[in-house]
């Protein structure tokens, strides 16, 4: 069995984090079991060649394979709820009073799609029922992807189904069988998913009204913490949101951005 040695390691680590910002440098199982099949996969016989093939590949067709292994894409529907009841009962009034001609929103670090779609089910939802409401568009984006992928999909097992109100179970979601659902082209349509990596400031153009960017700077360093916050609070609209996940605070001494409450932050007017 091929073993990861502590410079090969180290090396790993250093690529990753220099990348994308992720910090893996208490992960060494994980790294040698999540990439030991692709060294198998494309026949080679050790990380440091591995290491080398990546670098060496311009298509950066195995970087992408490599993070697509080793990212942590746990999500869920509705997860940290509170947030979904604070942009329906306040952030979106706000957006429909002002009488903008659209709404920008962004999921960041959206994973498997089912953050994006929560989102999407509570601008439709409210749309239907103020009607000044702005057309919404939802970019959702990842490095990962497998994730993206499945996000585009919007195909989920069936025990997901349950975690959403009954009401939208059957006004969002399609089941194709006893084992998985899926969800509305209703919803697909209004949402954009884009492979784009956090790190790299070339790959953010847009300015957004909101951003969701939940439970995706846990995973890094100070210093890539540090510049990320900077592009994300650079991609906001003066008085749009950022919302981070609810381990996440943002230091002061990083943002500019107001604290609103619970990990949720506004850009001043
Ligand atoms: C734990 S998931 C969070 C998903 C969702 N936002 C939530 O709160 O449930 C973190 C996601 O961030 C993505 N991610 C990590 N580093 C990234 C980077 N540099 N650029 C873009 N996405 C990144 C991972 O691929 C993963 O899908």
Redesign the pocket.
Same mark, same amino acid.
């Given at each position: 069995m091929i073993r990861l040695g502590k410079m090969e390691f180290l090396d790993i680590v250093d690529y990753i984090r220099g990348r994308?910002?992720?910090n893996l440098e208490k992960k060494k199982v994980l790294i040698e079991c999540r990439l030991r099949s692709e060294l198998d996969r494309y026949g080679i016989a050790s990380f440091k060649d591995y290491m080398k093939a990546v670098r060496a590949d311009e298509s950066g067709q195995m970087a992408g394979e490599m993070i697509n292994r080793l &990212? &942590? *894409?746990? =999500?869920?529907f509705m997860?940290?709820f509170k947030h979904f009841d604070f942009i329906r009962e306040t952030i979106l009034p706000a957006a429909t009073a002002k009488n903008k001609a659209d709404y920008q929103a962004w $999921? #960041?670090? $959206?994973?498997s799609g089912?953050?994006c779609y929560t989102l999407a089910m509570i601008f439709q939802d409210y749309r239907e029922e103020n009607s000044a409401m702005p057309a919404a568009h939802i970019t959702a =984006?990842?490095?990962?992807e497998g #994730?993206l992928e499945h996000a585009r999909q919007g195909i989920y097992p069936m025990k997901e189904l349950g975690t959403l109100p009954p009401k939208w179970q059957e006004k969002y979601c399609t089941v194709r069988d006893e084992k998985s659902f899926e969800i509305k082209k209703l919803l697909k349509k209004d949402i954009q998913f884009k492979n784009? *990596?956090?790190?790299e400031p070339e790959g953010i153009r847009k300015r957004y009204d909101l951003i969701?960017?939940? *439970?995706?700077m846990i995973?890094f360093d100070a210093d890539s913490k540090k510049a990320m916050i900077s592009r994300l609070e650079n991609s906001l609209k003066p008085g749009g949101y950022l919302i981070v996940?609810l381990a996440e605070v943002l230091p002061r001494e990083f943002t500019t951005l107001e604290f609103i409450g619970a990990a949720i932050y506004r850009k001043p007017e």
């Open positions: 994308y910002g992720i &990212t &942590t *894409n746990y =999500t869920y997860r940290e $999921c #960041a670090g $959206c994973a089912e953050e =984006t990842d490095i990962s #994730a784009q *990596n956090l790190m969701l960017c939940r *439970n995706v995973y996940g």
